[in-house]
């Protein structure tokens, strides 16, 4: 870890993180990489974790999660690790990609889940599936997104994360690989993005801690 933070604001995060932003294009241009643009995405958003980056994240965090819903476990590459961890309560998808309970759409759960959720959410409208994981637990329950560290900023984004501030931003310091459909092989270069876990404990109002992982 090479530091840790609290921040004093929600306003303070989006500027000390502004800095990072800024290295991630550097990186992009160096690397030669490129961000998936329209056309190039899969049609709903399938870019499997690798699971490395979950066990990275549990390991160094210690974060005490308990019977968590996947809520689109792809193939169920997150899933998996959390299964093997004792974690796992569910995984579903809306899409059949063989693992877990196929054709759930997650904004169709009306239920309150009782235990946490955690996914690399489809990133067509990333805050809308972090809104409704939150309206699906109970407070104190947690909710946790891998997600671009571009979430933090953004004025629709905005009002969302001053009502509803993270408890904790783990930010990944190495590119974590992402592959689209799941091709790893393929897609075995490092990610031109730097992605995050965003934790959400329902119900907190305080300051934003942020943190760096391997
Ligand atoms: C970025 S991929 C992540 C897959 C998996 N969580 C992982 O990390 O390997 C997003 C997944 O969300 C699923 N998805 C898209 N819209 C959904 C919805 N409304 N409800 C449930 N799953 C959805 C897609 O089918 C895809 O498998």
Redesign the pocket.
């Known amino acids: 870890m090479l530091y840790a933070g609290t921040v004093n604001s929600a306003e303070t995060l989006f500027e000390k993180l502004k800095e990072k932003m800024k290295m991630s294009k550097g990186d992009f241009t160096t690397l030669g990489a490129s961000a998936h643009s329209k056309e190039e995405r899969e049609e709903?958003?399938?870019?499997?974790?690798d699971p490395k980056a979950l066990e990275i994240f549990l390991d160094e965090t210690g974060i005490e999660l308990r019977n968590v819903w996947?809520?689109?476990?792809?193939?169920?590459?997150?899933?998996k690790v959390l299964d093997a961890r004792g974690l796992l309560g569910r995984a579903?998808?809306?899409?059949d990609?063989g693992y877990g309970v196929t054709e759930?759409?997650?904004?169709y759960s009306s239920e309150i889940w009782e235990g946490d959720i955690l996914?690399?959410?489809?990133?067509?409208d990333a805050m809308k599936?972090c809104q409704h994981a939150l309206d699906c637990v109970d407070e104190g329950s947690k909710v946790v997104m891998?997600m671009r560290i571009q979430f933090l900023e953004g004025q629709r984004r905005k009002p969302f994360l001053l009502a509803n501030p993270p408890k904790y931003v783990y930010v990944s310091s190495s590119r974590l690989l992402?592959a689209k459909n799941?091709y790893f092989v393929k897609y075995n270069t490092p990610s031109a993005n730097c992605y995050a876990w965003y934790v959400w404990e329902k119900g907190f109002k305080g300051e934003t801690t942020l943190r760096n992982e391997t």
């Open positions: 709903n958003d399938f870019y499997a974790t996947e809520c689109a476990c792809g193939e169920g590459h997150l899933a579903s998808d809306l899409i990609r759930s759409n997650f904004y996914t690399n959410p489809p990133y067509g599936f891998l992402l799941a």
